[in-house]
């Protein structure tokens, strides 16, 4: 099987604790050797939940594997990717 890197994929993540989730996040990415290039937390409207954005290259078929890794992660209420931007078909133009 032929692993194709996608670039750069984006996960969000819905966490209630982060004192110990980055390392943990972090560690998912590294067990597999990808690479992490971003990872910022945001606060949301709810004061015991954070958003986590992470940034990372990995092979597009790994995505499912990796989003159920992190959600197995006790602190995590939710984890999504982001679609690719260059895979979304433009609406913007008529023609």
């Known amino acids: ?20 989730m980055l390392s943990r996040l972090l560690q998912v990415f590294g067990k597999s050797r990808f690479e992490v290039s971003y990872m910022q937390v945001f606060k949301t409207e709810d004061e015991h939940l954070k958003l986590i954005v992470v940034e990372a290259t ?6 499912t594997l990796i989003l159920e890794r992190i959600e197995k992660i006790i602190e995590v209420h939710r984890a999504f990717s982001h679609p690719d931007e260059a895979e979304i078909p433009s609406t913007g133009r008529n023609g």
């Open 58 to 63: 990995f092979p597009k078929e790994m995505m």
């Open 1 to 20: 099987m032929e692993n194709q890197f996608a670039g750069s994929s984006r996960i969000s993540i819905y966490v209630t604790d982060t004192n110990n």
